[in-house]
């Protein structure tokens, strides 16, 4: 009996045994995510406990959440080589229109299934992201190091470095060069001679300056129309303290030039959106473009025999008071998710965004000026016929307004000046929602 006992035993052992394993097979790997670009979904991928990818058999799915629709097979290409070098992460990219960003980018990071990886706005969102603890502290980490480190100045606080711009922009209007050739214009010094110039190209036909009031025009040409009137660059900061104000005669000032400037603009100019402006410059009906070196790319894509040059607004009238002659942003700051379950994964990826291989072919097939260290820039849409890294130009002002709600105030005065209100009305009406802001 005792053999009988044991021979029953050992068979019902080893029949657990098998089923245990049976058990394990089904439920103890981690599926493969398979690659996927999309516009709105969040991350879906498994990873298995403690994963991050680095095990032979396990796959963590990582979401890169940007703005950036126009770039979305440029990233395709760098997510597949990415993927190549790291085949146990998988990349989804996750695009909201820049328009949208502001308001749903922080909503989507909380929870930690979308944006591992996610970029940033400079200023108010930068501010209202560090605040809700958002952005993992990358201070020391050899990353940050591949960044030209005064230009990234932007994505810290407080001696830590939050987030790292991948982006230069220089936020001043495009010129057809071509046509400042034919007509003999030289590059104006003063208010005067920028009126000057624009009187001039309107009386050749053209329209002076393809301006976009419907989306981005305001928020993008009230700097370098600001960047002599107020050289102080905690002028924006400073509305919430009461030190400086909307109806002070810096900007009340630059709103009566926007009132001239306004004249020299397309019919309907609020009514247009980027895109159509866009059109009127390559179709050459207009000579200038009021946005900046971000759509040289996409207007020589249409145009590709344009020539291209930035030709800021000088807003003084002698030339002693110029200190800035253009306007730059660093902007499109990398950040990784502290939400994030998967940050060794979203870490490998950020990094190679930051080499300077990939930051190059990046930049030259977006035509977007880098921040990583030692580029060259092989794009057409790159190359300006003036050098304004030599110039003295200053960080975007409205990239230091502190409040979403006072930089539409601000926009909104810009507009209501250009339907025809008075700028000292407009001003006033504006710093209305200074007050209401201070008082919240």
Partial sequence: MVEVFNTRGK????????????LSACGG????????????????????????????????????MHWRTEDKEVFDQLIADFEAKNPNIKVTQTIFPSSDYTSIAQQRLLDGSTGDVFTVFPGSQFEAMLR??????????????????????????????????YHLVYNMPLINVDIFEKLN????????????????????????????GADIGQGQLMNPM?????????????????????????????????????????????????????????TEQAAMLGTGSFHAALALSQNPDMRLDLLPPITVEDESQIVYEGVHNTTFMLAINTKSKKKEAAEKFLEFLAEKETAEYYANNTGQLG????????????????????LNTRFLPRSTIPDKQIEDA????????????????????????VEQVRRQ
């Fill in 132 to 165: 809700a603890g958002l952005m993992e502290d990358l201070t020391g980490k050899p990353v940050v190091d591949r960044f030209v480190p005064n230009l990234i100045t932007k994505g810290a606080k407080d001696g830590r470095q939050y987030a790292l711009p």
């Fill in 29 to 64: 790997g981690s599926k493969s995510s398979q690659h996927s670009s999309n516009s709105g979904g969040s991350s879906s991928g498994q990873t298995s406990s403690g994963g991050e990818g680095g095990g032979s058999n396990e796959t963590v799915e990582i979401s890169f």
């Fill in 226 to 282: 600001l960047m002599n009137e107020n050289t102080d660059e905690e002028m924006f900061p400073k509305l919430l303290t009461g030190e400086t104000k909307l109806t002070d005669e810096w900007f009340v000032n630059s709103l009566r030039k926007w009132q001239q400037l306004s004249q020299y603009f397309q019919p309907n100019s609020l009514g247009t959106g980027y895109e159509a402006a866009v059109t009127l410059f390559v």
């Fill in 185 to 212: 214009l030289q590059r104006p010094r003063t208010w005067s001679q920028y009126l000057d110039v624009l009187e001039t190209l309107k009386q050749n036909g053209y329209i002076p300056i393809a301006f976009p």
């Fill in 410 to 433: 601000i926009t909104n005065a810009i507009s209501a000046v250009i339907s025809g209100m008075a700028p000292e009305d407009a001003a006033a009406e504006a710093q209305q929602v």
């Fill in 371 to 390: 921040v990583v260290q030692g580029l060259e820039y092989s794009s057409k849409s790159l190359q300006f016929e003036t050098d304004f890294t030599q």
């Fill in 11 to 22: 068979t019902m052992m080893l029949l657990l045994l098998a089923f245990a394993l049976v």
